[in-house]
C-alpha cells in the first residue's frame, strides 16, 4: 500500500515563500507519477503541479506556472513543492498525489492521496 505523508505547510504573508514536502513509501517509486493538488473552503480540488518520477517532465497548473516549481530527490523518495511569490489565493489545503504508470492530468487518475497540508497566504 502506498502512504504520503506531507508536511511543510504554514502561514506565510503575500509575496513570501513555502516548500512542501512529501514522502512517497509501500511500494517502487519509479513506476508512479506524482503531483500536488490543493483545495479551498467550497471549490473543487484543483491541479496544481505533476512530474513523472522516471523521466522527470513536468507541467503546471495555469494559476502556479512561474511560481512554483515541482521537483524530485530520489535518494529521499521525496517530492517538493517550492512555492515563490504566492497570494493570497493560494491559501489552500495541498494534497500530494500518486498515479500508477502514468502522468497526471486531472484528480480522477490519481490512485493515492496523502492527508494534506494547510497552505494560508496573508495580505
Known amino acids: 500500500q502506498v502512504q504520503l505523508v506531507e508536511s511543510g505547510g504554514g502561514t506565510v504573508q503575500a509575496g513570501g515563500s513555502l516548500r512542501l514536502s512529501c514522502v512517497f513509501s509501500?511500494?517502487?517509486?519509479?513506476?508512479?507519477?506524482m503531483g500536488w493538488f490543493r483545495q479551498a473552503p467550497g471549490k473543487e480540488r484543483e491541479f496544481v503541479a505533476a512530474?513523472?518520477?522516471?523521466?522527470?517532465?513536468?507541467r503546471y497548473g495555469d494559476s502556479v506556472k512561474g511560481r512554483f516549481t515541482i521537483s524530485t530527490d530520489n535518494t529521499k523518495n521525496t517530492v517538493y513543492l517550492q512555492m515563490n511569490s504566492l497570494k493570497p489565493e493560494d491559501t489552500a489545503v495541498y494534497y500530494c498525489a500518486a498515479r500508477f504508470a502514468g502522468t497526471i492530468t486531472s484528480r480522477y487518475e490519481v490512485n493515492y492521496w496523502g492527508q494534506g497540508t494547510q497552505v494560508t497566504v496573508s495580505s
Open positions: 512530474i513523472k518520477w522516471s523521466a522527470g517532465s513536468t
Open positions: 509501500g511500494r517502487t517509486i519509479s513506476s508512479y507519477g
